[in-house]
Structure formats: C-alpha cells, structure tokens
Nanobody, 116 residues
Framework: QVQLVESGGGLVQTGGSLRLSCAAS????????MGWYRQAPGKQRELVAT???????NYADSMKGRFTISRDSTKNTIYLQMNSLKPEDTAVYLC??????????WGKGTLVTVSS
C-alpha cells in the first residue's frame, strides 16, 4: 500500500481559493488512478475529482469550472486547486490512489472550512 498525506486545508472565506496537496510515499505510476473525495458532517463521502495516470480528469458536477485536479509524478504528488469556494464545500478532503482491486489507499484527510 501507498501512504498518502494531504495538506493545504484551512479556513477561507466564501469566494476564496485553496490548493490541496497529496503526497505519496512512493512513485505514482501511470497505471495508478488518483483522486480527491470529500466528506462533510452528516453526509456521505462524495467524489470531487479524479485523474488517471494518462492525465484524463473527471469532476463532480458541482465542482466543474471551480476545481482543477493535477498530477506531478516527478514529485509523487497530486493537487486540487479550489476556486470560488462556497460554504457547502466545507468538508474533510481525502486523497485516494487506486489500481484495480490490487491497491486502494486513502489519506487521513485535510479539513477545508469555508466561512460565509
């Protein structure tokens, strides 16, 4: 399993921006898909964005146009640029790495709080 550590969360006002980072303990191979998920209090964990080893991205509808996921394999890191943040974006954001059913690793998350 790969160790994943998220960082970059914090408190931001509505309309502000944050960039989250997820550092992996080993090389991010092109066969590995990675993504960001979030879980708010009282809600189910939901997809934020994913990125394949080939760089193909996918976003949840509510994040399209506001969030951008990127991947830097030389640094074993993925990022989530979050713009135009809203109070409903408040959640713990978790990083995920998945390779079929062979590997499925999660970080412990970083808290993003968006104040009104």
């Amino acid at each position: 399993q790969v160790q994943l550590v998220e960082s970059g969360g914090g408190l931001v006002q509505t309309g502000g921006s944050l960039r989250l980072s997820c550092a992996a303990s080993r090389n991010i191979y092109r066969l590995y898909d990675m993504g960001w998920y979030r879980q708010a209090p009282g809600k189910q964990r939901e997809l934020v964005a994913t990125i394949t080893g080939g760089g193909r991205t996918n976003y949840a509808d509510s994040m399209k146009g506001r969030f951008t996921i990127s991947r830097d394999s030389t640094k074993n890191t993925i990022y989530l640029q979050m713009n135009s943040l809203k109070p409903e974006d408040t959640a713990v954001y978790l990083c995920n790495l998945k390779f079929r059913d062979v590997m499925d690793s999660w970080g412990k998350g970083t808290l993003v709080t968006v104040s009104s």
